[in-house]
């Protein structure tokens, strides 16, 4: 779709408390990927609807995302940073995906599994299609690469059944894209209980850093941390506690799990715990702060909001008009 750059699409959703997960699986890769590639970044609030929402939530949860966007780094100018709601190619094509998706394939999916568990009072049509408004996401910019933490794979593995099945049947469509999982922090796991994964829905707050934790908490969460009784800092799977700091650290520093070793060789757990929180807290305040700047700025963010819907939706609607075509659909009439 671009002459020189390929494409990079990825989304989050507007729902609970974004967590240091989300930062280190995704958009810390995405402000360092977003030079090389022709870039668009989606705040999907279709998504979040698959569970009950209370609107006025959402809206301020939305918004709040957006600006976190800018405030990582993404320049707007350069990254075409927009609601999914404001671009309706995404429900038009999710719909039209819905008839090449099958049921069994759907019905593997891990995270519905997991969310039908948890939401067992309303295991809705959408929140068993959420794949398919994923893909559909996905597919309308023509995507190479999608940033993502580990347990998104599914659905990108999916995503790209979806396309070529549809691309064997109707001829070259849409591009197959190809998942980008950071080395590091590609799956950050609970402070709590290191076997889980961190999570905006978790009851327990000190599992979860969020990124709105100021720096005392931040300090007394890593503190706070579950670790052994082993007492050697190693980064080996038998310590999942241990391991899920050394991530961390890695993921805010740069540095690889052995450098992290040889730096704490020797040491205890307590001195760990205490890099590990300074670490995160040097990725966070300085993000809170922009992002406090910025939600002042709401003529900044409402141009922002604007001008990225239009450009989303000229580039999905070129993808939307040909699938409609290659299936069908009657022209339109000028
Ligand atoms: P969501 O909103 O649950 O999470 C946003 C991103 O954060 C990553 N992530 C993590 N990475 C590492 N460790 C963790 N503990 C952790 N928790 C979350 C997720 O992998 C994700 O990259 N379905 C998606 C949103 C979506 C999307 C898309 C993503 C909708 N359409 C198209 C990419 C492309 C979701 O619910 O992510």
Redesign the pocket.
Known sequence: MFQDKKVL?????ATGNL?L??Y???LKNWVKLSDEYECFY?V?DE?SITVRQDPATLRKRARALLTLYIAAGLDPEKNCIYYQSHVSAHAELAWILNCYTYMGELSRMTQFKDKSAKHADNINAGLFTYPVL?AA??LLFQTDV?P?????KQ?LEITRDIAQRFNSIYGDTFTIPEPYIGKA?????SLQNPEK???KSDENPNGSIYLMDDKDTVIRKCKRAVTDSEGNICYRDEQPGVKNLIDIYCACTGMTPSEVEREFDGKGYGELKMAVGEAVAAQLTPLQTEAARLEKDKAYIDSVIKNNAEKASYFANRTLRKVQRKIGFPDRIR
Do not use: E, R
């Open positions: 699409f990825s989304g989050m959703q967590t997960g989300n280190l699986g995704a989606c999907v998504h994923m996401d996905i999608v993502v933490g580990i347990d998104q659905h922090g590609a799956k950050i796991m994964k961190m999570s």
